[in-house]
């Protein structure tokens, strides 16, 4: 079965600086990749997915996140974050074929310093 | 696209009594999920429909939950005789129906059973 690790659960930053949030994820076949962001007291909102193609995927709200295969890893990035962007972000996986449902990371705290 | 809507937002429960979500999916979904996710965990899968047809569960659900969609449009998900253990937060979201599409998710509705 799929799996997702998410390597760090909180992750300060300074305002406009930029940050990098790990995940990787072990699968014996194909995945798609998700990243899904969670505000305070709100359910997930989509950020970005991988599903074939280029591995280098933009999202919104200026986040992009990179798949490599031979490290199965799916790390999210933003060069320059706001205050904003703090929130809980979530890693998810699923298989390519079959009809298995999204697996989920422990998430990622961004906390954004002013 | 009005979004996921679950109701109610907030549930209080003495241990040992019954409670029933409701979740309506975005109108032209047909696949319909249901997850619970406790304070610093990634959301948990516990069961999903494709139309009316519950296609998987999760061992996470117990014989206390039972969920339902009769029509394939909103879906209901009751515990009984909740337990301390229970209380939690109860995301539902809704797909398009492939392995590709994302998940929409509602806001979530957050049981506390005292």
């Known amino acids: 079965a799929q799996s997702v690790t998410q390597l760090d659960s909180q992750v300060p930053v300074f305002e406009e600086a930029p940050v990098e949030l790990r995940c990787n994820y072990s699968s014996s076949v194909s995945v798609y990749l998700f990243w899904y962001v969670q505000y305070p007291n709100q359910g997930l909102q989509l950020l970005l997915k991988y599903l074939s ?25 933003k060069p320059s974050v706001h205050i904003s962007d703090t929130a809980e972000y979530f890693c998810a996986v699923t298989l390519l074929r079959g009809n298995t449902p999204l697996v989920f990371g422990k998430g990622t705290r961004l906390s954004v310093i002013a | 696209d009005t979004g996921v809507s679950q109701d109610p937002r907030h ?104």
């Not at chain 1, 591995?55 to 990179?66: D, Q, R, S």
């Not at chain 2, 040992?16 to 979500?21: A, C, K, L, S």
């Not at chain 2, 959301?43 to 339902?68: C, G, H, I, M, V």
Request: aromatic share 10%.
């Open chain 1, 53 to 77: 193609g280029s591995t280098l995927v933009k999202g919104i709200n200026g986040f992009e996140a990179e798949f490599n295969k031979s490290q199965t890893s799916f790390h999210l990035r």
């Open chain 2, 11 to 114: 549930k209080i429960t003495k241990r040992g009594q019954n409670v029933t979500f409701r979740c309506d999916p975005i109108s032209e979904h047909n696949r319909l999920y249901w997850y619970r996710q406790t304070l610093g965990q990634g959301p948990e899968f516990l069961t999903y429909f494709q139309n009316e047809a519950q296609l998987e569960k999760s061992r996470l659900l117990s014989d206390r939950f039972s969920a339902e969609r009769p029509k394939g449009s909103f879906s209901t998900l009751e515990i009984q005789r909740t337990e301390q253990g229970d209380s939690a937060m109860y995301l539902c979201a809704s797909s398009s129906g492939t392995g590709s599409s994302p998940l929409h998710f509602g806001n979530g509705t957050r049981l506390t059973v005292t």
